[in-house]
């Protein structure tokens, strides 16, 4: 209604409340390598595609008359009590969209108390992004270095300054064909963008030959050495829950044994995801993922989800199939492009309001009680 009331005075909101139309808006607002980077997805972007149509197939059939006057949008999520089923995707070098960058992204995840996912390439270092949340709930996401005294230094890092959950990221030990920066030659990293966690990090720095001032483009290329690492596998799990403390959830898992061994693994969540459609050109779409992953594993991990989650009724279809809560992605990221911190608050506000009338007019109170039988396949 404040939207409502703003507008008996002739006040518009600035931007879409539609989300699914920020993109449009920010193509016209960012150079083409920058918008490129964070639209584009792997291959011909099928994968992306999917992930809205995997999406919109699913129709939510809405329940009448089940007294939904009083809702809570309240769910605990790796033992944390959160205000809403949503938290803030880990997106890096954030600083090619707006000069703010992560501490603005993250002071208007705060201010909503919507935890917020620092990127392991984050343009800001870690202790900063921290410092401009206050006590608010931070987790951290994990590129897993190459080098186990810089992975080691991360966790420690992360740890000391309050983020609380890890969140490794599985899916991407090298960058995938992504032909819309290839066809630019756009990479942001090779700009140093998204290297400030890695070269402000002191085991990082000891690997130098060189003062990072010295040779940038050296250090963009150990960079870019210690992110890649395809030769890790199960059992390296390990290390991670003798150098962390607090929970730790697989993000990018798609396949149920995957989610399984995560069990087994002793980790405490999986993230449902496909890295929105940015890695496996022609992979599955993650909500057609994600219903076996709850299957196999809902009673032993906190399962979230993201990859194409837009609006309210998205979440609400995630939460139906089973998911805990959801990450949202390019969304805050476009909000973010085009206006800072208020930008961001706009997307979650908005998102949160179309989710609590999803709800509320499909007959839920909670976002505990959708489920399989709210949902039907539209067959077209
Ligand atoms: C990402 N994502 C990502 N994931 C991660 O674990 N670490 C990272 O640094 C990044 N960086 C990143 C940059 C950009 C520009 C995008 C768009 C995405 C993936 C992200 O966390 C999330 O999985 C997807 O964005 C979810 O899909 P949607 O919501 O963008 O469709």
Known sequence: YEIYLNGMTGAVPRLPTDLTRLEEFTERRLGPGPFGYVAGSAGDGSTARANRTALARRRIVPRMLRDVHERDLRVEVLGRALPAPLALAPVGVLSILHPDAEPAAA??????????????????????????????????QLYWPRDREVARSFLERAGAVGYTALFLTLDTPLLSWRPRDLDQAYLPFLHGVGTANYFSDPAFRAGLTKPVHEDPNAAVMHFVGMFSDPAKSWPDLAFLRENWDGPIVLKGVLHPDDARLAADAGMDGVVVSNHGGRQVAGSVAAADALPRVVEAVGDRLAVLF????RTGDDVFKALALGARAVLLGRPYVYGLGLDGQAGV????????AELDLTLALSGHASPATPGPADLVEDPR
């Open 306 to 309: 993201d990859s194409g989650v």
């Open 345 to 352: 608050e706009h997307v979650i506000r908005c998102l949160l």
């Open 107 to 140: 002071r208007a995840a705060a201010a909503h108390g919507v935890p917020y996912i620092l990127s392991s390439a984050s343009s800001t270092p870690m202790e900063q992004v921290a410092e401009a949340m206050g006590d608010a709930e931070r987790w951290f």
